[in-house]
């Protein structure tokens, strides 16, 4: 008869035989920048070449749909109706990559290569996302090698344009909303607290990207002849964002401070170790009486991502005519995301600012979302985990960064529970991503163990 122990132990065994890498591999060949327009072709060859006939061999009815906002990349979706009276189940992955950033790879290391070093495997897209997709997937390939039936209803989305901020996400849900309607979202994405230990997370912090920027005048100005008799734009703009945070960087706009980080939620965070950092974590930078993990699981933060006046290449004894920052503000639900960019507007004007424009990034951005811990699909996926490695998983009421929960939440009003796979140090958006290949393994038995446990329900 088979059992649980039977499906493990064929996951287990696609691990050790080297067949995870080599799919793994197959999938980091493509090349699938989804920031760069030439790289669209390989966006679909992807989901035709790979996805199409691994949910196919799921037993799913596959659709490749268009994305109707010209920014965004093809949708699969694949589905597989086993009995109507059963759960669905609706999980998710993104096949597109950062850009490759190829010439800052390490020697011996190439993004679209996968390259074994210890128990690391390196490669763009080996944690963000193919691996993760990849290890849920399996994982269901092998309830059906075990069973014969999966015991619910499985719906498969995979996207090509997340990195680029899903665009279109939404309006496709909107437009596909019968077809994809399930009890629940199980997806991977993002980190784990730390490698060794599972991790589940509801929600995201959202995301609003913008310029500020100050012009005078055209071309620059003899730094002898003019300086005190004109503006310097970059101190403008320096004094500018100096009443946006203060020197440890704790926001100053009050629209932008939330008002959510309740007992219950510090409480869930108090659970979720940060650990050991690498860079270490700075102990005076962020709002001052709020742990790290407050820090960044339960509040906001404020980055200026890119800083420039004049030619920092090459500077010369001249005032400059303008100067711009490209910066972030990174919120929890308890911030009115309508209202991020004109609060910003009224806080600038109240402070002599006027002069500095502000311009929204021509790019969507996710909303903040959180599920309550105590929900009842957390605690069935968290005791199904437990059962598998022996012990809880740690549960953060949200990941720190962001990505596409909102489309899930709001447009098909599913609760979400993610199961990350990859760790905070993997290099995700920089050159020499990674994975650790015991987190793989690990996520390859607990996911097989999640998708047995939910088909044992029944109708």
């Known amino acids: 008869m088979t059992t649980r122990e039977t499906a493990l132990a064929g996951i287990r065994d696609y691990f050790e035989t080297g067949a995870f890498l080599d799919e793994l591999a197959r999938l980091v060949a493509y090349e699938t920048e989804s920031q760069v327009p030439d790289r669209k072709p390989e966006l679909m060859r992807y989901l035709v070449e790979q996805m199409e006939p691994l949910l196919k061999a799921l037993g799913c009815e596959t659709r490749i749909v268009a994305n109707t906002d010209p ?5 699969l979706v694949g589905v597989r109706i086993e009995d109507p009276g059963y759960e ?47 290890i849920n997937l399996a994982a ?41 309607r399930a009890d629940v979202l199980i997806a991977s994405d993002g980190p784990r607290i730390q490698p060794d230990m599972p991790t589940l997370f509801m929600g995201s912090r959202g995301g609003v990207n913008f310029d500020l920027s100050v012009h005078y005048r055209d071309g620059a100005h003899h730094s002898g002849n003019w300086g005190g008799l004109i ?54 930078w962020g709002e001052e009486g709020l742990t790290p993990a407050e820090r960044v699981f339960g509040w906001n933060s404020f980055a200026v991502l890119a800083m420039k006046s004049g030619v920092p290449e090459a500077p010369v004894n001249a ?27 009224r806080h600038l004007d109240a ?40 012990r809880p998983p740690v549960i953060q009421p949200n990941l720190a960064g962001s990505l596409p929960n909102d489309s899930f939440t709001e447009v098909l009003g ?27 393994r690990s996520a390859l038995d607990l996911m097989t163990g999640l998708f047995w446990d939910i088909g044992e329900r029944g109708p």
């Not at 920014?71 to 949708?75: D, E, L, N």
């Not at 190439?110 to 996302?129: Q, S």
């Not at 309550?372 to 005791?383: E, G, L, N, S, Y």
């Open 71 to 75: 920014r965004g990349g093809p949708f």
């Open 88 to 134: 669905t189940v609706l999980t998710y992955g993104h096949g597109d990559v950062i850009r490759a950033q190829a010439d800052q790879w390490r020697e011996g290391l190439a993004p679209f290569r996968l390259v074994v070093e210890g128990d690391r495997a390196y490669g763009r897209g080996t944690a963000d996302n193919k691996s993760q997709h990849l």
């Open 140 to 180: 269901l390939r092998e309830i059906l090698k075990a069973r014969g039936r999966l015991g619910f209803n499985l719906k498969v989305v995979i996207e090509m344009s997340e990195e680029t901020g899903s665009a279109g996400l939404a309006q496709f849900f909107a437009d596909q909303k019968d077809l994809l």
């Open 231 to 284: 503006k310097d734009p970059a101190t403008r703009l320096a004094h500018a964002i100096a009443c946006i945070v203060d020197a440890r960087g704790q926001i100053r706009i009050p629209e932008w401070r939330p008002d959510s980080l309740t007992p219950k939620i510090r409480e869930a965070i108090a659970r979720c170790p940060l650990g050991e950092r690498d860079p270490p974590i700075d102990a005076d």
């Open 319 to 345: 005032i400059s005519g303008h100067a711009r920052a490209t910066c972030q503000l990174r919120y929890v639900v308890g911030t009115d995301p309508d209202d991020i960019l004109p609060a910003l507007r």
């Open 351 to 390: 402070n002599g600012f006027a002069d500095v424009e502000i311009t929204p990034a021509d790019r969507v951005f996710f909303k903040a979302t959180r599920l309550d811990p105590d929900h009842p699909w957390v605690a069935r996926v968290a005791a199904s985990i437990a059962e598998t490695t022996g």
């Open 414 to 440: 599913l609760p979400t529970v993610w199961v990350p796979h990859s760790y905070p140090g993997c290099s995700q958006h920089a050159p020499n991503e990674h994975v650790v290949l015991e987190t793989c």
